[in-house]
């Protein structure tokens, strides 16, 4: 099956820096790729949904200035956490979509923020 | 806004019995497809089923299979012969084509020694 891998699985920063976590699709072409948070014990929210080359479309309650979704190819897709508070501390997790087939999931990243 | 309902937020059953994980979800659509994804404590999901509206016939992979009843929106899923490594969180999930995936809340199984 089709893989997708997240960078870094895990990352420790302090409050008021940012933080990037990487997506990529290995060994297929995503035609969209999808943020999730999830909670402890909680189901996957979508944060946001990109296509390669335009702007991500983010669901309603995501500050977009905060959670930065870049898009850059179709293999990648990057969510920087600007100015991160400890509030922001979750999992996330990306998952990857080639047109009208499966969406695949990252291994997710655990960001703590001190 | 299409809603998933998982009724169950815990079930546990006994090795090797079977289970049955409950999911309603709510659309007027008539095209679409419904998923159970499976989330172990590793919290890397993994697809363990897929059902498109249009086919009548039950979707079955090895032990897991679903008795879909579009008529009444409802989706279970069957887990035969369990085993110590079903233990996970399992969600139940419907997109359109083309769409985001809308989850359940969950339901987290236990398997029973």
């Known amino acids: 099956g089709a893989v997708v891998s997240q960078h870094p699985s895990r990352v420790i920063c302090k409050s008021g820096t940012s933080v990037k976590i990487e997506c990529r699709s290995l060994d297929f072409q995503a035609t969209t790729m999808f943020w999730y948070r999830q909670f402890p014990k909680q189901s996957l929210m979508l944060m946001a949904t990109s296509n390669e080359g335009s702007k991500a479309t983010y669901e309603q309650g995501v500050e977009k200035d905060k959670f930065l979704i870049n898009h850059a190819s179709l293999t990648l897709s990057t969510l920087t956490v600007t100015s991160a508070h400890p509030e922001d501390s979750s999992f996330y997790i990306c998952?990857?979509?080639?047109?009208?087939?499966?969406?695949?999931f990252g291994p997710g990243t655990r960001l703590t923020v001190t | 806004a299409q809603t998933v309902t998982q009724s169950q937020p815990e079930m546990s059953v006994q090795e090797a019995e079977t289970v049955t994980l409950s999911c309603t979800y709510d659309?007027?659509?008539?095209?679409?497809?419904l998923f159970w994804y499976k989330q172990p404590p590793s919290r890397q999901m993994i697809l363990v089923i897929r059902q498109e509206a249009y086919k009548q016939q039950n979707a079955t992979e090895n032990r897991f299979s679903v008795n879909f009843q579009k008529a009444a929106k409802s989706f279970s899923l069957k887990i035969s012969d369990s085993q110590l490594g079903d233990a996970a969180m399992y969600f139940c999930a419907y997109r359109r084509p083309n769409e985001k995936l809308t989850f359940g809340t969950g339901t987290r199984l236990t398997i029973i020694p």
């Open positions: 998952s990857a979509r080639i047109q009208a087939d499966e969406q695949y």
């Open positions: 659309t007027s659509e008539s095209d679409y497809y």
